[in-house]
Structures are given as C-alpha cells and as structure tokens.
C-alpha cells in the first residue's frame, strides 16, 4: 500500500510539473499570465481526477472513485471555464505582471520556477482528491455524500460571489467604487472562501468518523485545506490582490477593509467614528 502511494505521489508531482511547464509556454507565448492560472486549475482537475481513477492490483474503479473523480471534474470545469472567459477580457493580470515588474530581465526564469514550484506546492490537493478516492471500502456512505454536499455548496457560492461582483463592475455607476453587495458585504473575498470550503470535502469522505484510525493515510487529505488557505490569504490571493485595490480605490478599500472580514463570512462591522 505504501509502495502504491509513493509511486502516485512521484507521478502526480511529474504530471503538475510536466502541465505546469505548458502554462509558462502559453503564458510567455501570450504575454497574458491569467492563462497561467486557467491551465492550472484544468490540470489539477486532470491530474486529481486520473488519480483517482488509478486502478488498484488491476481492479475497475469502484463508485467512489468514480464519484472523487466527479467531484474534482466539476469543479475544474466550473472554475477553469470562469477563470478563462475573465482572461480573454483582460491584457494581463495584474499580480503576476507586479512579479514580472520586479524580477526585470529575469522575469522569464523565474517565472517558471515560480510555476514549478506551484505545482509541487498543488501536490498536496491532488494528493488530498488520491487518498480520498481510496478509502478501503467499495460501498458508498452518508460521509461521501456529505462530502458531495460540502464541495457543491463551495462551488454555488464562490459562482455566487463572482456573479455578484461582475454584475457590480457591469453597471457603469459603479466605476471606482468597491463592490459590498451580497456576499461581499460579509468578506472581502467570498469567493477565496468559497473555494477554500469545497476542499474540505476530501477529509470529509476520507476520515471515517466511526473510526478515524481505520485509514491513517486519510488525514494527509488535510493538507488540501490548509495548503489552499494558506496560499490564499497568505501568498497569490489575498495579499497582492488587495494590493492592487489599495493602489486603484486607496480610502474607499480601505473603509471597506475597516468594516469587512478578510476571508471568513461575518456581519460587517460598524465603522468606526
């Protein structure tokens, strides 16, 4: 079983890499770094949903890993799809053109070991979405279901979120103000939030609640949502994105800083006199 899990690690981490070098290419072929996040959020789901349809000792995938494989298929699709069709309506995008802009003349080189090194920091979800689909036991249960659950309702609502805040942008009146309708008012990035709670879903299938030591590898599945939060609030979401909004709405995103969540939904705060 080890053997097995060491060979789907050194493979996964082969498969991030080898689709990860594709996205430089694109990326300094187009001049445009949002395709870099659109190809990695199609090969994540490419990769996560051939390892779990990895057949153990020759046998047919069974119904969970069908329904894993499912699950990530989804919300590649769902993602990949809204992360391209804002990439087509844009000439570049912004974090990744502030990295550009200071590594100078070697922005190219490191450019791509900044990619490489994100996909061997997306091992752990693939990891997450391989372990998961193999839980020891054929059947379904209430917990792969809940899992189900989890993951569609991450996925409704970082749509939601995004839907609210394009509608926003679309009305004319709005320009240069900050978008605090809707699931906006509550967090300042609902739709990070969201896409950090669809990851839960893998733990969820993978810790068996009756007896959690039944399946030790199902706690690694716990580095899916501690690895998605951390790089959210901490490295490529949060912190240059708001960097950005500081730079473009200056006191208006800073008021909105003073009286909205950073990353979990809560009711705004009252502004301060």
């Not at 240069?176 to 299938?205: K, M, Q, T």
Request: hydrophobic share 50%; proline share 7%; net charge positive.
């Amino acid at each position: 079983m080890t053997v097995l899990y060491i060979e789907a690690l050194a493979a996964i981490a082969l498969a991030l890499c080898a689709l990860m070098a594709i996205a430089w290419v694109v990326q300094q072929k187009t001049g445009n770094s949002g395709w870099v996040d659109t190809i990695w959020t199609f090969s994540t789901g490419l990769v996560g949903a051939a390892s779990a349809l990895w057949p153990v000792a020759g046998a047919a995938p069974n119904a969970r890993q069908w329904l894993v494989a499912a699950l990530v298929a989804v919300w590649a699709v769902r993602l990949g799809s809204h992360i391209a069709a804002r990439t087509r309506g844009i000439k570049d995008d912004p974090r990744y053109a502030a990295f550009a802009g200071e590594w100078g003349a070697d922005a190219p080189r490191k450019m791509f070991l900044f990619l490489q090194n994100q996909a061997l920091g997306s091992i752990p979800l693939v990891l997450a979405i391989f372990v998961a689909a193999r839980f020891p036991l054929d059947g379904l249960r209430l917990q792969d279901f809940l899992g189900v659950a989890i993951l569609a309702g991450g996925i409704a609502g970082e749509g939601l979120a995004d839907a609210q805040l394009k509608s926003f942008r679309a009305d004319p009146g709005n320009k240069g103000r900050v978008c605090d309708v809707g699931l906006w008012r509550w967090s300042r990035h609902p739709n990070y939030f969201f896409e950090w709670f669809g990851w839960l879903a893998y733990p969820v299938i993978a810790i068996s609640l009756g007896d959690p030591l039944s399946y030790p590898w199902g706690f690694a599945t716990l580095l899916a949502p501690l690895f998605m939060y951390w790089i959210l609030v901490n490295v490529t979401g949060i912190p240059p994105l708001e960097e950005q909004m500081l730079l473009s709405r200056g006191d208006r995103y800073k008021e909105y800083q003073a009286r909205t969540s950073k990353f979990f939904p809560l009711p705004p705060r009252r502004a301060t006199p």
